[in-house]
C-alpha cells in the first residue's frame, strides 16, 4: 500500500489526497485541510484509525489542481514535522 496518494479528476475540478494514518498525522492532516479552506472546499473522509482522503475542491478556477495537490501535501509534511519537533 503506497503510505498517500493524489488523484485528480478535473471534469469536477477536484482532486483527492490520501494520507494513511499509520504514518501520517491525523490531526495534523485535518489542521492542514482547516488551512486550506479559505481557497477551497474540503470534505474530509475515511477511517482516522485506517485512512483519511481529503477531498479540496479550488474556490477560484485560476487554482491549478496539480499544484494545489502536491501543495496540500507539502504543508502537511511540514506541519507534521514541525509537530514531531514540538514533541521531542
Aim: charged share 30%; glycine share 4%.
Amino acid at each position: 500500500m503506497r503510505p498517500n496518494k493524489i488523484e485528480i479528476d478535473g471534469k469536477k475540478r477536484e482532486l483527492k489526497v490520501t494520507f494513511d494514518v499509520k504514518i501520517y498525522n491525523p490531526s495534523c492532516i485535518l489542521k492542514t485541510a482547516d488551512v486550506f479552506s479559505d481557497a477551497c472546499w474540503v470534505t474530509v473522509k475515511g477511517d482516522p484509525q485506517k485512512k483519511i482522503q481529503i477531498i479540496l475542491k479550488p474556490k477560484s478556477k485560476e487554482i491549478a489542481l496539480e499544484t494545489l495537490g502536491y501543495e496540500f501535501y507539502n504543508y502537511a509534511l511540514a506541519t507534521i514535522k514541525q509537530s514531531n519537533k514540538l514533541n521531542q
